[in-house]
């Protein structure tokens, strides 16, 4: 199999700009330092066009095949952002900013993009127009709705859009991806109880909200078993709960928070719909007010079928055809690249990382020998997509 010549040979570089990313995470729309690293290095590679400030901090190359005959245009696109985490992995490379790692690999995604970006401008070995977009604010911030508001695809229109990520526990040099939702919507949901507080020794001269909204919990439990087809998949999660600041004061409100995830738009509005009507329901029987607040952060992540197939030909070309899984099951995690597939036909394909520690978990860290599979399937992707023999 292969790796690409021209990636063997650059492989030292990439894994130290990986590594200085990885010392200098970047929170959110607030990646100046790594924005500013990528656009310096795809200047230098002579990408023809380089765009900073898309999206509050996104950047966006462009690079030009040796012919356009095709008039074709496919996007890459990688994040850039870290989490609000503190590392604990030890390694050489470890972050320098106290409470924040690359946790999630961005720094590994990021890397492997601007390592293909480097190849195709220097090879122009393909017809039409590839444009690389380096995203911030994965991390809960929409950083690639941010893109598209700012005008991603009318400035630079693509006729696909292709991502990747990593994957702890599929081996180093294995692809996996599914057609379809492969990613759950994000969602989060802020319920009020409120009572009329008071003495605790008086609890008949108050409205006491905490047994309101132990019902409203225990409830909720039942809107994924007992309302939602069991071939569907959905959560509803209530992950905190404050009332109050004395031991002997019955407070006036009760505030619950959590998140609710779903492989379908429908489950996800009749969840919406419903949990309010419990909550309301509930509370004004109890003679309290109960209200949700319904915050939709990410939609459901699908992936196209005809782009699916696509990508997995181009993971084929480089890992084999034993080391391609095309059923990969769903996941309710979430991802942003959703906003972008919901503008523009892609997939998102995920690249193995190996027996690491979980996304999102203080030990984890990107494994480098990804960057050389992660580089060669960006540069086998363009050339299957826009070949130069179509021209």
């Known amino acids: 199999m292969a790796v690409e010549n021209w990636v063997a040979k650059e492989i030292d570089a990439l894994v130290a700009f990986r590594h200085d990313l990885h010392r200098h995470p970047e929170l959110l ?69 106290p409470g924040k790692m690359h946790a999630c690999g961005h720094d590994g995604h990021t890397t492997m993009l601007l390592g293909a970006a480097r190849h195709l401008a220097e090879s122009r070995a393909f017809d039409g127009t590839v444009v690389v977009i380096f995203q911030p604010a994965e ?76 019902a409203v919990i225990q409830s909720v439990q039942t809107l994924c078993s007992r309302t939602i087809d069991p071939i569907d998949s959905a959560t509803v999660s209530l992950c905190t709960i404050h009332a109050g600041d004395a031991f002997n004061v019955i407070p006036r409100d009760v505030t619950i928070t959590g998140t609710v995830r779903t492989l379908r738009e429908e489950v996800r509005d009749h969840i919406e719909a419903r ?49 391609v899984t095309t059923d990969m099951p769903p996941t309710l995690g979430g991802e942003d690249f959703s906003f972008m597939l919901n503008e523009v036909p892609g997939a998102l394909i995920n690249i193995g990382n190996g027996p690491s520690a979980g996304l999102h978990h203080p030990e984890y860290d990107f494994d480098d020998e990804a960057i050389g599979w992660g580089c060669s399937y960006w540069i086998s992707l363009v050339r299957q997509r826009l070949p130069l023999s179509a021209a």
């Open 29 to 97: 729309y607030d990646v100046h330092r790594t924005a500013a690293k990528v656009a310096e290095a795809l200047r230098a590679a002579g990408v023809d066009e380089v765009h900073e400030g898309i999206g509050r901090t996104g950047v966006v190359g462009v690079i030009r095949g040796q012919t356009n005959l095709s008039r074709r245009t496919i996007g890459l696109r990688a994040d850039m952002d870290a989490l609000p985490i503190a590392e604990e992995t030890g390694a050489a490379w470890t972050s320098t900013v």
């Open 139 to 214: 991390e809960g911030g929409a950083g690639a709705r941010a893109m598209i508001e700012d005008g991603l695809f009318t400035r630079w229109p693509c006729d696909e859009v292709y991502g990747m990520h990593n994957r702890p526990g599929l081996e180093v040099g294995r692809f996996a991806i599914a057609p379809g939702a492969i990613m759950g919507s994000v969602d989060e949901v802020r319920i009020t109880i409120s009572g009329r507080g008071g003495h605790a020794g008086r609890p008949h001269a108050t409205l006491d909200p905490l047994p309101v909204a132990a």
């Open 275 to 323: 949990l309010t009507q419990m909550v309301e329901g509930i509370a004004a029987g109890c003679g309290a007010v109960g209200r949700v607040d319904y915050i939709r952060h990410y939609p459901v992540t699908v992936n196209h079928a005809a782009e699916t197939e696509k990508a997995a030909a181009a993971a084929r070309a480089v890992a084999g055809e034993g080391n």
